[in-house]
T-cell receptor, first 113, second 116 residues
Framework: NAGVTQTPKFQVLKTGQSMTLQCAQD?????MSWYRQDPGMGLRLIHY???????DQGEVPNGYNVSRSTTEDFPLRLLSAAPSQTSVYFC????????????FGPGTRLTVT | AQKITQTQPGMFVQEKEAVTLDCTYD???????LFWYKQPSSGEMIFLIY??????QNATEGRYSLNFQKARKSANLVISASQLGDSAMYFC?????????????FGKGTSLLVTP
C-alpha cells in the first residue's frame, strides 16, 4: 500500500493564483481531511469528509474548497492564493471504526509571494 | 476554547533519562480518543500511541506510555530511556465522535531535545 500520497511536495504561487493540492489514499478509508501547520500553531483542520459526496468545514476553511467524488481522492483547491496561506499542508485519512488513528501524507510546503 | 493544551513549548532531557510531556484536554463527550504524534525535523507525522476514553489501563507502546488521568483530563506522554533520535516536536491530539465530525484537534506541540 502507498498509504496517503500528496502532490506536489513544494509549490510557490503568486498572490491571486489558484491551484489544487492533490491527495489520494489506497486504504479504503471513509474519512479524509486537510490540515495546515503554521509555526507555533499546531495543526488546524481546514476541511474534512466522511465519505464520497460529503464534505464539511473545519476550523479554518476560508479561501479553500474541497470535493470528494471518490473514496480515494480528496483534492484541496486554493481559489485565489494569499500570503496568509503560506503553510505546510497535510492530508490525512482514517477509518470510521476502531481506534480512528489518522494516517498522514508527507505534506506539501506552499509559499505564496 | 482550546480543546488540547500543551503547556511546555520546549523540553530538554539527557540521553537514557525518562521525560514526561504534558497534555490536558477539554471535552464533554463521554467517548473520545487521545493520540500522541511525533514530528521529526524531516516533517512527517508519526503516530506513537492511543488511549480510548473507556480504556481502563494506561496505553503502552515500547518506550512510550500514556499516563491517563481521566478525572483531571490529562494524558501525559512518558518516554523512557530517551534516545538522541527522540528529538522532535510532539503533538497531543483528541478525537471526539460524530458530533464533532470526527475532527482530530491538536495541541500546539512540545519541542523535545535529547542531549548526549
Amino acid at each position: 500500500n502507498a498509504g496517503v500520497t500528496q502532490t506536489p511536495k513544494f509549490q510557490v504561487l503568486k498572490t491571486g493564483q489558484s491551484m489544487t493540492l492533490q491527495c489520494a489514499q489506497d486504504m479504503n478509508h471513509e474519512y479524509m481531511s486537510w490540515y495546515r501547520q503554521d509555526p507555533g500553531m499546531g495543526l488546524r483542520l481546514i476541511h474534512y469528509s466522511v465519505g464520497a459526496g460529503i464534505t464539511d468545514q473545519g476550523e479554518v476553511p476560508n479561501g479553500y474548497n474541497v470535493s470528494r467524488s471518490t473514496t480515494e481522492d480528496f483534492p484541496l483547491r486554493l481559489l485565489s492564493a494569499a500570503p496568509s496561506q503560506t503553510s505546510v499542508y497535510f492530508c490525512a485519512s482514517s477509518p470510521l471504526a476502531g481506534v480512528l488513528e489518522l494516517y498522514f501524507g508527507p505534506g506539501t510546503r506552499l509559499t505564496v509571494t | 476554547a482550546q480543546k488540547i493544551t500543551q503547556t511546555q513549548p520546549g523540553m530538554f532531557v539527557q540521553e537514557k533519562e525518562a521525560v514526561t510531556l504534558d497534555c490536558t484536554y477539554d471535552t464533554s463527550d463521554p467517548s473520545y480518543g487521545l493520540f500522541w504524534y511525533k514530528q521529526p525535523s524531516s516533517g512527517e507525522m508519526i503516530f506513537l500511541i492511543y488511549q480510548g476514553s473507556y480504556d481502563q489501563q494506561n496505553a503502552t507502546e515500547g518506550r512510550y506510555s500514556l499516563n491517563f488521568q481521566k478525572a483531571r483530563k490529562s494524558a501525559n506522554l512518558v518516554i523512557s530511556a530517551s534516545q538522541l533520535g527522540d528529538s522532535a516536536m510532539y503533538f497531543c491530539a483528541m478525537r471526539e465522535g460524530i458530533s464533532s465530525g470526527y475532527a482530530l484537534n491538536f495541541g500546539k506541540g512540545t519541542s523535545l531535545l535529547v542531549t548526549p
